[in-house]
C-alpha cells in the first residue's frame, strides 16, 4: 500500500529554519517525482518544489531558501527550509507522481498525498 507520511514541521520564529521529511512506503521513490506544496488558510494549495531522479524544481517565493533532497536508501524525501519568513506559515503536504513535467506545481499531477504537517513561522 502506497504511503506517503511527512513530519518535521512545527513553530519557528523569522529568519529560522526547519527540516521537513517524506517518508514513502510502498513504493520505490527512485523511479517517481516527489513534490512538496503547501496551502494556507484562506488560500489555494501551491507548488513549492519537486525532485526526480533528473532535477530539481522551486516555486520563486522559495529559491535561495528552500532545498529539496531525498534518500534513496531511506525512501525518504526532505525539504530543508531556511531563512523562514511569515508567509511561508502553511500546512505542508508531499505527494508522488509519475510524471517529470513542467507542470510539476499543478496539484492535479500528482496521485497520492501526504496528511500533511504544519509550519508555523512566528516571533
Known amino acids: 500500500q502506497l504511503q506517503l507520511v511527512e513530519s518535521g514541521g512545527g513553530l519557528v520564529q523569522p529568519g529560522g529554519s526547519l527540516r521537513l521529511s517524506c517518508d514513502a512506503s510502498?513504493?520505490?521513490?527512485?523511479?517517481?517525482?516527489i513534490g512538496w506544496f503547501r496551502q494556507a488558510p484562506g488560500k489555494v494549495r501551491e507548488g513549492v518544489s519537486c525532485?526526480?531522479?533528473?532535477?530539481?524544481k522551486y516555486a520563486d517565493s522559495v529559491k535561495g531558501r528552500f532545498t529539496i533532497s531525498r534518500d534513496i536508501s531511506k525512501n525518504t524525501a526532505y525539504l530543508q527550509m531556511n531563512s523562514l519568513k511569515y508567509e511561508d506559515t502553511a500546512v505542508y503536504y508531499c505527494?508522488?507522481?509519475?510524471?517529470?513535467?513542467?507542470?510539476?506545481?499543478?496539484?492535479?499531477?500528482?496521485?497520492?498525498w501526504g496528511q500533511g504537517t504544519q509550519v508555523t513561522v512566528s516571533s
Open positions: 525532485i526526480s531522479k533528473y532535477s530539481t
Open positions: 505527494a508522488v507522481s509519475v510524471r517529470d513535467s513542467n507542470t510539476w506545481y499543478r496539484s492535479s499531477e500528482y496521485a497520492y
Open positions: 510502498g513504493f520505490n521513490l527512485d523511479y517517481y517525482v
